[in-house]
């Protein structure tokens, strides 16, 4: 059957929008076979046109996720993490853990090193913006979840209508102005966890690069590439990079620009653009007493801005 949703036609699945602007769950595909090329332009249509999509009850192994992810693009990898003495739980470098398991299964400490840098995880953010080159899409699989009701939802932003509604004034600045924020992994971590973080200096590391203002390319919409990893903004005074900041996000984040996605059951996957969207975790009372299985692909960005003004380097922030 053929649907139209919001100006685009799909014969191959199914769409159900999940908020007024971006956004969509996703029905109808079978991960338990090849995807045919058809479907694959329909669900990367969707993912263009909706930002973030979610697909329920996928049955997808690592091997079928990674494999899925690979069509997306050229996947990131934790290999770099791994050499420099991080314990890697997971039988696939490709596969981001992005869980409150330790590598021998226990549930995390909450007042563990790991759980403190992963309150970073908490702040609206997009995923490798703080590396060289940015991240594309990401592909968060879930393999075991805690009870309905405890928590450990994932919420959304979008950045592109989060441009459109911005004043014309603002909109005029930006444009104008052409922005360069500075990204840091270390900033967001302190901020999420200033005790923990207290003797970090984000100036002591090199920081990503990124305009403030670009054109989502695969949509052709303008975008805000803003995350709670912006440290500054290059050529302002440090209270009026902090003020423009401040209000440009608490614009993006705000309640009728989000939407919180339910993790289900295990076999639910979601995928998003870090280019035109920003996510978080929502954390619960699950976190000290059910493990949250979570696994994630990343596809490095391929656009024209995907290295934003850094140098093509391998280098990496939060290495141990």
């Not at 996720?65 to 934790?78: P, Q, R």
């Not at 994932?154 to 459109?164: E, G, L, M, S, Y």
């Not at 970090?200 to 990124?210: I, T, W």
């Not at 990893?229 to 608490?250: T, W, Y």
Request: glycine content about 6%; some cysteine; proline content about 5%.
């Amino acid at each position: 059957m053929t649907v139209i949703a919001n100006g685009i036609t799909f014969s191959h699945i199914s769409i159900k929008p999940l908020h007024p602007t971006f956004g969509a769950e996703i029905s109808g595909v079978d991960f338990s076979s090849p995807l045919k090329d058809e479907v694959f332009k329909e669900i990367y249509q969707a993912v263009t046109k909706y930002g973030v999509v979610v697909f329920r009850s996928t049955g997808l192994t690592d091997e079928g996720h990674i494999a899925f992810s690979k069509k997306f693009g050229e996947l990131d990898d934790v290999k770099p993490y791994i050499t420099a003495g991080r314990k890697h739980r997971l039988k696939y470098a490709e596969l981001f853990d992005v869980s409150n398991v330790e590598a021998d299964g226990t549930i995390l400490d909450s007042k563990s090193p790991r759980a403190q840098a992963n309150k970073g995880n908490d702040l609206f953010h997009v995923d490798s913006s703080f590396n060289p080159r940015r991240a594309g899409y990401s592909l968060l699989l879930a393999h075991e979840l805690p009870p309905s009701g405890m928590g450990g939802h994932t919420a959304f932003a979008d950045t592109r209508t989060a441009f459109d509604d911005l004043s014309q004034e603002l909109k005029e600045q930006l444009l104008a102005n052409d922005y360069i924020a500075c990204h840091s992994m270390h900033h967001s971590r302190k901020l999420a966890a200033p005790e923990a973080f207290a003797a970090l200096n984000p100036l002591d590391y090199p920081m990503g690069r990124h305009r403030l203002l670009q054109r989502h390319e695969s949509s052709g919409r303008m975008n805000l590439y803003i995350a709670a990893h912006v440290h500054h903004i290059e050529g302002l005074a440090p209270d009026k990079s902090q003020a423009l900041f401040d209000q440009l996000f608490k614009h993006a984040t705000r309640d009728s620009n989000t939407v919180e996605i339910e993790w289900q059951t295990p076999g639910d996957l979601v995928i998003w653009d870090n280019t035109c969207t920003m996510h978080r975790a929502v954390g619960g009372p699950f976190l000290r007493k059910y493990k949250r299985d979570m696994r994630r692909t990343t596809v490095h960005d391929s656009s024209s801005t995907a290295w934003g003004l850094n140098e093509h380097t391998n280098v990496r922030q939060g290495l141990p």
